[in-house]
């Protein structure tokens, strides 16, 4: 019983850590005023009839904070890029010079840096739900063992040792947060 006991909390602290990555990468998705190659995650291009990452058809730079640089690896990829790139609709408009497509990353207003951190927040408190599922999975198992033996200090001590996890998990998704906010409103 003991065995299953950690190896409940190992499965829920890693569901805990793997809703925490989720929530750096959306936040990372999040832009703060610096343009960044993360700004275009997710952005698919029409290569040749197939659904493809961008940063697997061409190179994505950034030569400076305000701009970021579109290196196809085929030419005729240009026009799929820069399609790609508007139907995103990112709020960035790509300008093609028939060898790189360059795209002017605009200031953030203090409106749409709003906006952002309610996003982010929103993203945290996404985080803080699958947080606490996991939680109340773990803590549902520790009742199914119960009935089937665990003692009752047991289980009231795998369920403490659940409540510390999700504390502490708790605490670091309001870091992250926090850190974000301050870097969307850091002009």
């Known amino acids: 019983m ?4 950690s190896l409940y909390l190992e ?3 890693e569901r805990m850590q793997n809703s925490l990555e989720h929530l750096q990468h959306s936040l990372s ?3 703060a005023g610096k343009a960044s190659p993360a700004m275009l995650d997710g952005i698919m291009v029409d290569y040749y009839g197939t659904n493809t990452p961008l940063s697997q058809v061409s190179n ?3 030569p400076d904070a305000k701009s970021i640089l579109i290196q196809p690896w085929e030419k005729n990829m240009l026009q799929p890029i820069e399609k790609a790139i508007l139907a995103a609709n ?3 408009t790509p300008a093609n010079n ?3 497509i360059h795209i002017n990353v605009p200031a953030l207003t203090e409106e749409r840096r709003h906006e952002l951190v309610k996003q982010a927040k929103a993203e945290g408190e ?5 947080i606490r599922n996991s939680r109340k999975w773990a803590n549902d198992e520790f ?6 033996g665990l003692s009752e200090d047991a289980e009231k001590d795998a369920i403490a040792e659940v409540q510390k996890l999700t504390d502490t998990y708790i605490k670091k998704v309001d870091d992250q947060v926090a850190l974000k906010e301050k870097d969307i409103l850091t002009i």
Do not use: M
């Open 2 to 5: 003991e065995e299953e006991v």
């Open 11 to 13: 499965e829920t602290e």
């Open 29 to 31: 998705k999040i832009r």
């Open 60 to 62: 994505i730079n950034t």
């Open 90 to 92: 990112i709020g960035l």
């Open 98 to 100: 028939g060898e790189v």
């Open 126 to 130: 996404e985080t803080k739900i699958g």
């Open 143 to 148: 009742k199914k063992l119960l009935k089937e």
